[in-house]
């Protein structure tokens, strides 16, 4: 009776270590919660000669996503954002440091347990060097569209590489789920 009991603790204990270490695989749902994560990236900016870095805090909304049979999810991503050089703004040309807090729905789907892709959609809303240099917020903030697309590359359990290809730019950076 005791050597029944361990073999079938043995094989439960295999059966659940196997099961969850089943490979990510884009044709097989999702099950469970997604991570928090956080995106650390540079780039340029495409408002002009100006270069960008920042950060992204991408927060879980739905699990599985909008394809229920694909392993996808969607994400809530906000952040900040630095600019720093020549921007034309409003028929403005102007040199400086600008700010901007992105709001955008970042919709990911997972091919593999290193690889996946994005697509996001939403707003910027933008602070120019003017407003910065003492100007009026209400006159010098405006606002832009975001729209992209990357992938990013899983390099370590808690870490990957991505890429985003869009507007306002085109970054590259670290991103760390927790």
Do not use: C
């Not at 295999?14 to 749902?29: G, H, L, W």
């Not at 920042?54 to 996808?72: A, D």
């Not at 832009?144 to 507007?167: M, N």
Request: charged residues 15%; proline residues 6%; negative net charge.
């Amino acid at each position: 009776m005791t050597r029944r009991l361990a073999l079938t603790a043995l094989l439960t204990f295999v059966s659940v270590r196997a099961s969850a270490q089943e490979p990510t695989r884009i044709d097989v749902p999702h099950e469970g919660s997604r991570a928090v994560s956080v995106d650390l990236h540079v780039g340029a900016l495409y408002y002009g000669p100006a270069l960008t870095a920042g950060f992204r805090v991408n927060v879980p909304l739905v699990s599985n996503g909008f394809i229920p049979n694909l392993n996808n999810a969607i994400f809530l991503s906000v952040g900040a954002d630095l600019y720093w050089g020549r921007y034309v703004d409003a028929g403005q040309d102007e040199r400086g440091v600008g700010f901007g807090i992105p709001l955008a729905f970042h919709w990911e789907f997972f091919f593999t347990d290193a690889l996946s892709a994005f697509g996001e959609f939403g707003l910027n809303i933008y602070f120019p060097p003017s407003w910065i240099d003492g100007g009026d917020l209400v006159d010098d903030a405006g606002g832009w569209v975001i729209a992209a697309v990357g992938g990013r590359w899983k390099f370590a359990p808690h870490a990957a590489l991505t890429v985003r290809a869009g507007t306002p730019y085109t970054t590259v950076g670290l991103t760390i789920s927790f």
